[in-house]
């Protein structure tokens, strides 16, 4: 398994330590700095933020799944090898819930203890997802079946299918089609990824709850 992902992507190891630090820290921030703008937004009247934001609805959108997932997918498949971007993944999400929890605990004066835990709990998880999402931009098979179970992913939560086709969310739909142009590839390549993700989303949404879709 481990030469069959060898060959799909090779990893770059020409950036210095020091700039993969810097790297790390920038994440690091921009994880902090969403955290506390979600339970910013959370808390806010709706009349109180600007007339863009209501009509985006981005307290919503920073609520569900699909924007951390895309996040997640961007901060992975730009990463130098799957090692950074396990690494880069994990501390966007620490950082991400650590900015949120301390404006709970420091700000509003609450902390939900139990919900904290559970999330901690999950993005565990990211590094291990992230390792293999770093080779969605490679070449062959492999990289076309996991790009296209990421782009199936963000589908199931941008539209019904088993169920009637809808729209669930208008800015989950605008951020399934930004993962098709980050893991865009040639045109047959990409039809076939599309078949993967519908597939994917059709199992999705048999076999995962809907409260997966949203925080």
């Not at 060959?7 to 700095?33: V, W, Y």
């Not at 799957?82 to 690494?87: C, H, I, K």
């Not at 990211?126 to 996991?146: D, E, L, Q, S």
Request: glycine share 6%; proline share 4%.
């Amino acid at each position: 398994m481990i030469k069959i992902l060898e060959r799909t992507r090779t990893a770059e190891k020409d950036m210095p330590l020091s700039k993969q630090i810097i790297r790390t820290l920038g994440i690091i921030l921009l994880g902090f700095a969403l955290g506390v703008l979600q339970k910013w937004m959370d808390e806010m009247p709706d009349n109180v933020l600007p007339v863009i934001l209501q009509t985006l609805d981005l307290r919503n959108y920073f609520g569900r799944f699909a924007i951390w997932i895309l996040l997640a997918t961007v901060i992975s498949v730009y990463s130098k090898s799957p090692l950074r971007a396990a690494v880069n993944t994990f501390s966007f999400f620490i950082s991400m819930l650590a900015g949120y929890y301390i404006y709970c605990n420091f700000v509003l004066g609450f902390l939900p203890r139990t919900y904290m835990m559970m999330w901690i709990v999950i993005s565990f998880a990211t590094p291990f997802m992230a390792y293999i999402c770093w080779f969605a931009k490679g070449n062959g098979p492999v990289a076309i079946v996991i790009s296209g179970m990421i782009i199936g992913v963000l589908f199931a939560q941008a539209f019904s299918i088993i169920y009637g086709f809808y729209v669930y969310y208008a800015m989950d739909v605008i951020t399934w089609l930004i993962s098709i142009v980050i893991l865009l590839r040639k045109p047959r390549e990409t039809a076939m990824e599309i078949g993967i993700s519908f597939v994917t989303a059709c199992l999705y949404q048999l076999f995962m709850p809907y409260w997966i879709g949203a925080f």
